[in-house]
C-alpha cells in the first residue's frame, strides 16, 4: 500500500473537512449527559420500554402516519402494525433501520419528513426516547440511499486507492449527507479483511486482503464518518472475510486458528476501536477456535464478552446483524435467539424476522429471572450514552429541515470529491501492446457488451448504458448491447456479429469463473480480431479467467462514479492510479499468484 505524504494527506483532509464544514454536526463535547442523568431516565423506564429501547426493526412506507395502502397492507402482515408510528407507540423502539426495498428512500425531502416523524412518534412515548435512525450506506455495491445524494466508491475501490486521506473524506462527506437526512447511524465501514476470494457475501465490501492495510483504511473511514455526527459501525465481529457461505441463507464455519484470527481478522476491529467507533455488529458464523460450543458469534459469550468487550476492552454498541438472516436462526428457535444474543453480550436487536415472538421472548426472559433487568440496563446504558453524543436529547438536533437537505445532500463540491476519489481507484491489471488508453483517431467506434447487475444505487442507467454513454461524451461512437451475466450461445452469436467492424469492444465482466458463459463470450469476440477490453464491474478476480482480452480494468463495483472514472482512464483523460487489494490467484493454478497485493499498471 502506497501512503500519502503527511503533507498531502493533511491537505486532502483538510479539503475534505473545508467541503463538509457547514453540514458537520458541532462538536461532541458539548453533546453527552452525564451517566447519572442516563441512569435517571432508565430508572423512570417500563420494563416493556427497556425491552423496546434494545430493538432496532424495519417498517414500510415512506412516511411515518400515512404510507401507501400496499406498505400498510405489508406492515399488518409482517409486524402487525399498519404505521411507523403504531410500531414505536406499540413496542417502544429504540432504532429503525431504513431499506430501499421496504420503500423508506424515495428521494432526500421524504426521507428527512418520514426521519422525523419517527422521531416525533418517539416523543409522544412516556419516556419522550429520541431514536438510532439506521441504514446500510457502504457505498460501492451497498447503498440504501441513492442518487441525488453523493455515492462513493466501495471498500474495496478505496483500498486499490490506498489512501487514508480520500477514505476519511469519503466518510465525512457521506456522514454529513446521511446525518442532513435524520440518519444518525451507519453500518459502515466493512472491517472484514478478505482474504477468499470465493467469499460471496463479502467481495469487494472489504477493502483487501492485507490486515494492515485494511485496518488504517477503516480507522480513517470511522473518523470520517464521526467527524460528522453520525454513528459508525465495523462489522461483522469477530470477521467475515473467509467465508465460502453466505450468512444471508446459511451459517458459515472460520477454521481459522486463534493465531490466524489474531493475526488476520483482529487488527481491523482494534483499529475502529482506537479510532472510537461508536458501535460493533457481530457476525453469524461459527468460529470454533474461539468458541468450542459452535454458537454463531452473535450469540457466542466467549467471542462478544470475552474477545471483544475484555480483552480488546470495548465498550461501545453491539448490535447484531439481522436476526431474519439464516446463519443466526439454524441453530435456535427466533424465540431464543434474542435472549441468547442478549446473554452473549450485544445491546441492540436487529430487524428479528418477527418482532412480536423476539420482543415478547425478552419480556418473558426478564421476568421468569432468565434475563436480569440489571442486565437490560447496562445494554440500554450505552445505547442512550450514544444518543447523547449524538446529540439526540436536544430538539434542534434531533430534527431536520428541508433546508439542511439542500444545502448538504448531493452538493457540487461533494459530487467533484467523489469522481476525484474514484478516478484514484481504478486499476490496469492487463495492456497488451500498449492497447490503452484508447484513442478516438484510431479506435472511436466502440461496441458495449456485459453484465447489467441491478444498480445499488437509484443511478443513471444501468452499468453498460453508463459505459456507453461516458464513452460518447468523450467523442467515441458507442453502440451498447446488454449480454447479462449468463450469455446465451445465441447472445454471444448476437455479441459477435456487432463486433464486426468496430474498432475495440469493451466488455464489463461481473464475478467470472471458469468456463463460464461470460469467459465464452469474451473469447468469441476476442477470436474475431477486433481488440477486447475488459472491465470487472465487481470482484477484481474476473482478470484471471479472461486471458482472451487484449486489455482489463478493475472497477470492483458498477456504480456511475465508478464506471464514469474507469471511462475516463480507458481513454486517457485520468491515468490509472489503483493498485490490487488483494491477490489474484492464477486460474489454472489457484497455488501460484497472478497478480500480487499492489500490483498496477501505468501509463
Known sequence: MHHLSRRTLLAATTAGVAATALSAAPAQASKGLSDKTLKKI??????????????????????????????????????????????????????????????????????????NGIQRAGQRQPSRIPLLIATDQEHGIVCRVGKPATLFPGAMALGAGGSHGDAREAGQIAGAELR???????????????????????????????????????????????????ASTAKHFPGHGDTATDSHTGLPVITHTREQWEQLDRPSFEAAIAAGIDSIMTAHIVVPALDPAEDPATLSRPILTGILREQLGYDGVVITDSLGMEGVRTKYGDARVPVLALRAGVDQLLNPPT????????????????LAEARLDESILRILRLKAKLGLFKAKELYVS??????????????????????????????????????????????VLGANPASPSLSDGPPITVIGAA???????????????????????????????????????????????????????????????????RNPYDVAHLGAADAHVAAYSWIDVELRAAVRVLTGAAKPRGRLPVPVQRADDPTQVLCPIGYGLRY
Do not use: C
Request: proline residues 4%; charged residues 20%; glycine residues 8%.
Open 180 to 230: 442532513a437526512l435524520g440518519i444518525v447511524q451507519d453500518y459502515a465501514p466493512d472491517a472484514d479483511v478478505n482474504v477468499n476470494p470465493a467469499n460471496p457475501v463479502i467481495g469487494v465490501r472489504s477493502f483487501g486482503a492485507d490486515p494492515d492495510a485494511v485496518a488504517g483504511l477503516v480507522a480513517a473511514q470511522v473518523k470520517g464518518y464521526q467527524s460528522a455526527g453520525i
Open 42 to 115: 432508565i430508572s423512570g423506564m417500563s420494563l416493556e420500554e427497556k425491552v423496546g429501547q434494545l430493538f432496532v426493526m424495519r417498517v414500510y412506507g415512506h412516511s411515518a402516519d400515512a404510507p401507501d395502502q400496499a406498505d400498510i397492507d405489508a406492515n399488518l402482515k409482517e409486524i402487525g402494525v399498519r404505521t411507523a408510528d403504531e410500531l414505536i407507540d406499540k413496542y417502544k423502539l429504540g432504532g429503525i433501520i431504513y431499506f430501499q426495498w421496504a420503500h423508506n428512500v424515495r428521494d432526500p425531502h421524504q426521507i428527512a419528513d418520514l426521519s
Open 471 to 537: 464513452l460518447t461524451e468523450r467523442g467515441f461512437s458507442a453502440a451498447v448491447l446488454a449480454t447479462g451475466t449468463a450469455p446465451s450461445q445465441a447472445v454471444i452469436d448476437q455479441a459477435v456479429a456487432a463486433a464486426a467492424g468496430k474498432d475495440a469492444v469493451v466488455i464489463a465482466t461481473y464475478n467470472v469463473t471458469a468456463g463460464s458463459a461470460q469467459q465464452k463470450l469474451v473469447n468469441a469476440v476476442a477470436a474475431t480480431g477486433v481488440p477486447v477490453v475488459t472491465l470487472s464491474v
Open 355 to 370: 418482532l412480536d415472538v423476539s420482543w415478547n421472548a425478552v419480556l418473558d426472559a426478564v421476568k421468569s429471572g432468565e
Open 402 to 447: 428541508h433546508g439542511g437537505v439542500d444545502r448538504t445532500v448531493g452538493t457540487a463540491a461533494h459530487l467533484a470529491a467523489a469522481d476525484r476519489i474514484a478516478e484514484r481507484t481504478t486499476t490496469l491489471l492487463v495492456n497488451k501492446e500498449k492497447l490503452l488508453p484508447l484513442s478516438r483517431r484510431t479506435h472511436r467506434n466502440v461496441l
